[in-house]
C-alpha cells in the first residue's frame, strides 16, 4: 500500500510541477505561448489531468478556470497522499 501511495504521489508531484512551469511560461511568453515548444510539452503533460477535472467539475465553471481547479484539486490529492503516508509510517513504527 505504501508503494502504491509513494507512486501515486510521484505522478501528482509531476503534474504539479508541470502546472507549475505552464504557468512560469503563461506569464514570460504572454501571447506567444501557444507556439513555445515547452509550453506545449508541459501542456500535454497536463492535459490528462485537465481532462479529469473537466469531466467531475459541473459545467458552470468557465474552461479558462480549469488549470487552476485541476492544479487545487491536485494539491488537495497531494496533501491527502502525504498524510496517508505519514498515518502508514506512523503504524508501522
Known amino acids: ?49 485537465t481532462f479529469i477535472v473537466r469531466f467531475i467539475s459541473p459545467r458552470i465553471i468557465l474552461d479558462r478556470h480549469i488549470p487552476l481547479a485541476t492544479f487545487l484539486f491536485l494539491c488537495t490529492l497531494w496533501i491527502g497522499l502525504t498524510a496517508a503516508k505519514v498515518q502508514i509510517l506512523l503504524q508501522a513504527g
Open 1 to 49: 500500500m505504501l508503494l502504491f501511495i509513494q507512486m501515486l504521489k510521484a505522478v501528482i508531484e509531476v503534474a504539479l510541477f508541470a502546472f507549475a512551469g505552464q504557468g512560469i511560461l503563461y506569464i514570460m511568453a504572454g501571447e506567444k505561448r501557444d507556439t513555445n515548444f515547452v509550453f506545449t510539452l508541459l501542456k500535454m503533460i497536463t492535459s490528462p489531468m
